[in-house]
């Protein structure tokens, strides 16, 4: 087991994460198989189940384009969706924890 995986509850469920090899992109894995850019798109899957699919998709990491594949545990928050257990996996599904107020896009906005 990976050792990020050592957080999930054997009755929680999991999504499946990654990133592109080509632009370093958090990527997410859907129902159908493919690799999504947002979390709310990604694949429930049972944290039994979980350890044998990361097992097959850790085989076909590098043909896929991708790197470092792994669960997460999520819970589903109503009016949220699907929401990452940890601080660490929340800031990879839904961006830097950087005030707004703060970033550089309102920085640029007020240039000019």
């Not at 709310?40 to 979980?50: H, K, P, Q, R, Y």
């Not at 043909?63 to 699907?82: A, D, K, R």
């Amino acid at each position: 087991m990976d050792i990020r995986s050592n957080r999930r509850d054997a009755d929680g469920q999991s999504v499946i994460t990654a990133n592109r090899l080509l632009d370093g992109i958090t990527v997410w894995r859907a129902a159908d198989g493919s690799w999504r850019e947002h979390i709310a798109e990604a694949a429930l899957i049972s944290n039994t189940e979980v350890e044998g699919l990361l097992a097959s998709l850790k085989t076909q990491a590098q043909s896929l384009g991708l790197v470092g594949v792994y669960g997460v545990q999520v819970t589903e928050e109503p009016g949220h969706g699907v929401v990452p257990v940890t601080v660490r996996e929340r800031i990879r599904a839904f961006g830097p924890s950087v005030h707004p107020e703060f970033s550089p896009q309102k920085e640029a906005q007020h240039v000019g």
